[in-house]
Structures are given as structure tokens and as C-alpha cells.
């Protein structure tokens, strides 16, 4: 059927491309001596045609497409082999599958001995809908082109018509992006009710020990809050305490005091920084950052150190935003008229003590916007705590230990196999909505203080 | 009165030093990561081989001349004993374990070089193979105390030599990192862009369009702005179990495939777009759509003749931008299957393969310490294919946007 669906798909826009030149020639016959009596271009003419050629044939497709397998497979449950099949389940739908693989020609021969007799009735039945639906859309391309063609007349309303399709094309693609909020909160939704089905929302959320076992749940197993503490020291603790000094300082640095020169050097520097991919980050943390801590945890003395600490793996997803904090305090800095600093520089006051008093409180909104947006982009990180932070879901506050976090736990449950309905896999579904909820909110709560507590200067 | 003034001063070096200091560390942090990465990295892309003569004449292939251009000829030249062959012609030239001082694929360069001379295979000549990795490795810096030996061995024999290794950017991954290249990950991460660009870009544009120029400001637009802005916002994981759970289980697409890797894709890059292009065609300013209308064009014309031509630099570079972040990305195509050993180059949209990303995650993980020059050497390409592409993104902005 994919052949047969190609060459079809193929004519459809050739014969689109036929009634397009052929309905902008006649639209310019039919206009005459004067080309002004047309009330569009001829080239909206030819779009008119092209359009209603492509556009019935194209959702006659689409559809017959969907229809066809249950149509042959009905056809061929008639026949007096399909009616001895089994009633229902799982061996009569490999029968079925079988016989239709054979008569693709996917594979040579039966080996369930049920499945032969059906192959002959396949091959007919799908004959027989793939040559309807060949002239069904030789059909309808035909009649669409003749009926456009015959309406181009000088005073018709091609371009109207063409536009409205045009916006209808707009407004789908809109629709598109509210169709994939719906479907992360709607899949998210559907599978964490299926696991709260399963373990109670209060285990997942109060529970203090992390074992997830394949197979049926067991009791005070999937309790999540080693993940949020996990997900917590390292994103909003220990990630916060690199980035929001350096990032803030960098941003102050840049302008109030950086020459022009310096300013164009080091944003540059900034964005790579902010560019280099995540698996980057986490190999170098994993493989340069995490040894050295280790050793520095063992001459302190500090028992349990691991290679994989928590340590590492925050430093270096600190590292990871201070371009994103740098660039949310620079324009928010920049934000702040110029007349205030000047003000309070001509007050007496040194460059810090403007920069401390008059200019950090006007910006702090943006800047504080900036941090819980940056706080939501650490949470959500996934590669660097993967590779350098480990899979022990431990409850501890020694930052040279491994902990690990919401995200890496997500991994670790989805990949391997397992069935798609165990308690493991919707675990990992459940900790989603709770990070796409966290996430979401730490979001709004930044943009509305952003915009409740920016001041209006001008 | 001084004292005090010359306190603040001196507090006023000390904040400003402070600054330079954070400027600085940023700027440190970043020369430590791509020296580190460069330093362990450029080794990968060299490779240590060993001349040895393999004598066809003596020991042949019992094989006709034609089957080296039969389809299946790899399998059946396996089938014939080649590995055979060249394990003992590396014996009686390199000694007793020459056969474990060669790389377990060293069979398939030969070959690859009959194939590509099937006369070769009736006389004698000289092979040039990839070594054991830990002879590669021992060759380079420091293996363990036998591989040392082996290594000072042959080059007293003067058998070693060390090359520049191109068949990493034209081989798939492989077991033993002697061989190992990314060209399948290179390849797989192509298509998968390709397919999100197809997706993410003409939905992006033709939303922000729509959302700009001809949507009433009501409730539903604010909603709808309010909801991509949060997409764009959300963690790429989320992606991944969206689409785990709608592409895969509800649709059946093809695990694992460019098709459904691009299609994630395309979600995570989308909000991008429409934020880019929006910022794009905000900045046109209305002067042009009034005069537009004032000689006679329609809405949509205006939109498509006027408007969109002069918001595209801005909205290329958005959309560059977003395609170099969906180029690195990693979390989301570890939920859609990418994570596996993925031995050949991928053919079609629908066939299993990886990514760049995904294979220097699959890499990072591998115990063989050879690995770990490859890792960074992929590594190396991927940052100069992402800088190369912001490079131009920067590029297109500053030559062609223009400041209203």
C-alpha cells in the first residue's frame, strides 16, 4: 500500500502543478486585450485550480489510508476460512497478521497452518481497495480541476478564496502548538492516574524510600522524597550557590564597568558557554570534576565520598547557567534609566555603592525572575546529573555523597525492558507531572513577579 | 572625613575586582572545559597501525573472484575464514600473540581492501592493520606494563606506525574502539534535524504569523501566548515522555527512528520558533504594513509580500539557534529507544539509529579505556558543528537585520 500511496501522492501534485499553469493561461485568455477586467492575478487563478485539485484528493487519501486495513480485514473474515478463526484475542490477531505479512510479501511463507488459506483472500481484498481507491482519487482530482477551471471568469473572486485558505493553514499551525500543551498535560495526566491507581499520591509524595521492584508495587517502595531532596541540593542549592555570584557579578561587571571591548569579547565567551551541549557538560563532569572532588573529599577526611557525589555534579550544572543568570540581571541592569545612576553618581556616591543601592533594588524583580527561571531550568536538567551524580536514591545532606534526582530517576525506569503497564514505568510518568507542575509553576510565579514588581519609569 | 573616603574607594576596587574576578572565572571554567576536551580528544582522531604481510599465495582464500562484488559478499568472505587468515599471518609475522596485538576488526579492513582489488587475494602483499586498543593505547601515552612491551617490540621492528584516523568519520560505531566512528551517529543526528526543521519550521512561522498579524487579542490568544511560552520553558525530558507515550504506544511509529526523534524534535524546537519569529515580526514596524494596505494590498498580501521578507533574517536566526539546541539535546531521544548499540549506518527515517549526543552518552559509559579519546574526540566534532552554527546564525544577524 505504501507504493501505491507514493505514485498517487506524486500525481496528485503533478496534476496540481498541470491545472495551475493551465488555469493561469486561461485566466489570462479569458480576461483578453485588457488584463485590468481580471479582479485577481492570474497566478491566484492557478492557485484556485491547484488547490481544488490537491486538497479533496488529498483528504479522500488520508482517509481511505486509515480505512483500508479493517475494510480487507472484514472482506477476508467473510470468506468461509476467516469465519472458522477464533472468536477473539491474541492468536487470531496473529493469525490475521501473519496471513497480511504473506501477502505483502514481507514474509515467504505461512507457518502457522491456519494463516495459509487466508493469504489468497488478503491479496484479493487488497486488490481490490487499492484499485478503488486509485480511481476514486483519479476521480475526484479530475472532477475538482473541471469544476475550478470552469468557474475562472474575469470578475471571479480567486485571490478571496485562495487567501481564505491560506489563513485556515495559519490558524492550524497555531493550533498545533496548543495541541502539544494538551498532550504533554493530557499523556501525563492519563499515565500518573494509571500509577496512582497503583501506589496512593501521598506515598509517592511523602514517602521516604526509593526501591522501585518490577512486578506488582510493594508496600512504602516508591516513596519520592529522597528525589526531591536529591533534585533540590543539587539544582537549587548547591547549582545556585556557583551560578547566582558569578553570573550576578559578571552582569555587573558588564555594564557598569567593562569597556565596549571587553563587553564584546566576553558575551560572546558567555553564550558558548551557554551553548555547549548538556552531554558535554556532564561527560566533563563525570570524567574530570567528580575524580578531583573525590580526591579532595578523601584528604579532608570526609567519609563516604564517592565518585559520583552531588558535588560535582552541582558545580557543574552551576557552571551550566550562569549565562542564563548573567543575561536575565544584564537586561534587567540595562532595564533601569540611565538618570537614576547618574543621579546618585552626581549625589557623591563611588560606582558600587550606586550599583548596591540604587541600581540591584530597581533591577531586582528582573533579576529575582531571572534566579527562579534559572532554578527551573536546573531542576530540569537531566544529562549532568545522569552521568555524574548516579542512581542512589540516598536521603543526605554530605554533598561528597551520590544522591540522585527527579530526572535521572525517569531514565532509569523507562530504559530497559519492561512492559509499558508495570508500576515502574507510570512511576516515571508520576515523577514527570510532578517536575512538568514544578516547573510550570517556579515559571509563573517568575514572570508574574517580573511583572507586578517592575517599576515604570519612563 | 579622608578616612571614610578613602574607605569606600578602597571598597569600591575591591567590587570592581570582584566583578572582573566572576568575569574571569567564567572565562576560566570555559578554557578548562575545551582544553580538557581538545587535550583528551585530538588523540582520537589519531590511530596507531601495524605492516604486516599477509601471503595469499600460501594460504588462499577459497573464494571465486566474483563473489567480492556479490551483495553478500562480506558474509560469505566471513564464511570463507578470512579472520582465520589474518590471525595467522599476524602470528608468524609478530610472534605467538600476534593475533591478540591486532584489533578483533582488522579482518574487515582487509576486507574492505579486497573488495576493493580482488587481485589482491592471490598473491602476497603488505596489509596495514588497527592495533588492539590497548596496544593503541600504550602506544600513545601509558598502557599496562605488557602492552608497553608489545608496543617497544614492534616499533624496535620498525612495524608501527601511527596515522590520521579518517575512517572515524566514515565507520559506525563498533565494539572495539580501534574502530569505532560516528559516522552512523552523524548521520542519524542529519536526519533527525532534517525531519524536525520539515516540522518545527514552517508550524513555527506560520503560528507566530497568525498569533502577530491576525488573531483578535481575546482570551484564547492570551492563553495560547501564555502556553508556548511555558513550552518553551518546560524540561526537555517531559518531550521525551510525551512522546513515549503519544508517538510511540498510541501511534506505533518506529522506535528509535529519525522519524520519531525528529518529530520530539520538532515539539522542543517549536516554541522556540514562534518566540523568534514573533520578537522578528514585531520589529517590523507598522509604517510598512499601513503603506502595504495604502496601495491596495490585501491583509494577507501585506503579511506575505511585505512583512515576512523583512522579519526573515531574524526569524533564520532564531530558528538556527534553536536547531543547534536541538542538535545537542540528549534527554529526550533516551526515552524513544536511541539508547542502544547502534553497529550500522542508518538507512531509512523508519530504521534504528542515534545521534551525535546520544552516542558520546553510550560512549562515556563504555569501560574500555579506549573509548574515553573517542568520546572526546566526538566531543570535538559536535562542538565545532554547534559553534559553527551559531557562528553563522551570529552572522546572518548582524548583516542583515536592520535596526528600524
Redesign the interface.
Known sequence: MGGTTFILLLLIVGLSVVGWLSARVRAAMVAGRTASRLHSLPSYHGWYVALWVAIPALLFLAVWNNVTPALITNDVLATEAGSNLPQSGFERSAILGEARSVAVGDRPIVSNPAAGPLVTPYREAAGKYRIIGILATLALVLAGGIYAFTRIKPDFRA??RV?RV??L???A??L???L??F??VL??V??SLRFFALVSPAELLFGTNWKPTTGAPEPDTFGAIPLFWGTILIGAIIAMIVAI??????A???T???API?RSW?K??????A??????????A???VAPAFRDFAAMLGVPNASTESALAAGVVMG?MI??FV?SMADDSINAVPQAMRDGSLALGA????T??QVLIPAALPGVMGGIL?AV??A?????IVV?AAGLAANLTANPFASVTTV?AQ??KL??GDQE?DSAKTLA??AL?LV??IV??LL??VA?RIVKKYREAYE | MQGRIAA??A??RR??W??????V???V??AF?LF??VG?GLRGFTYTSVTIPIDFAASPLTVGRDVFSAPDADQQIANAGLREIVDFAAEEALGTDGAALISENAWQVVRDALKADPDAANIRGEFSLPVASDIDIAAKDDGNAAAERAVATLKEKGLLSTGVHWSFFTRADATDPAVAGIWGALKGSVMTILIAFAVAF???V??A???EE??SRNRWTD??EV?????A???????G??A???FI?FFGICQASPLVGGLTLA?MT??VI?IASRNAIKSVPPSIRDAALGVGA???QVV?HHVLPLALPGIMTGTIIGM??A?????PL??VGM?AFIGDVPSGFCSASTVL??Q??LW?DQVDRGF?EK??AA?IV??IV??SM?AIA?YLRNRFEKRW
Do not use: C, H, K
Open positions: 485571490r478571496t487567501e491560506v489563513m493553514l495559519l490558524f499551525a497555531s498545533v502548538a496548543i502539544t500543551t498532550g504533554i499523556s501525563l492519563f499515565e555570584p558569578i553570573g550576578l557579578m559578571s555587573i561587571y558588564l557598569q564597568y567593562a571587553v566576553v560572546p565567551m558567555l553564550e558558548i558557554l551553548g555547549v551541549p548538556t552531554v558535554v557538560y556532564g561527560y566533563f563525570a570524567l574530570t557552571i550562569i549565562p548573567s563611588t560606582s558600587n555603592e550599583i548596591r527561571l527551573s531550568r531542576i530540569g536538567e537531566t544529562m552521568m530526572t525517569i531514565v523507562l530504559t509499558f516515571a510518568f514527570g517536575l512538568f516547573t510550570l515559571n509563573i514572570l | 569606600r574607594y571598597a569600591e567590587f570592581r570582584m566583578g572582573f574576578g566572576a568575569v572565572m567564567s572565562g571554567f570555559l572545559l580538557t576536551m583528551n514552517p508550524t513555527g506560520l503560528a504569523l497568525y498569533l491576525y488573531a492563553f495560547i502556553s508556548i511560552n511555558n513550552l520553558a518546560v524540561p526537555s525530558i517531559i518531550f515522555l510525551l513515549l507515550s503519544v504506544q515539539l517549536m516554541p514562534v490585501s491583509p494577507v506575505f543547534a539546541r542538535l545537542g539535546e540528549t534527554a533516551l526515552l539508547r549526543p546520544m558520546i552518552f562515556s574515553v568520546t572526546s566531543i559536535l562542538l554547534l559553534l551559531n551570529i
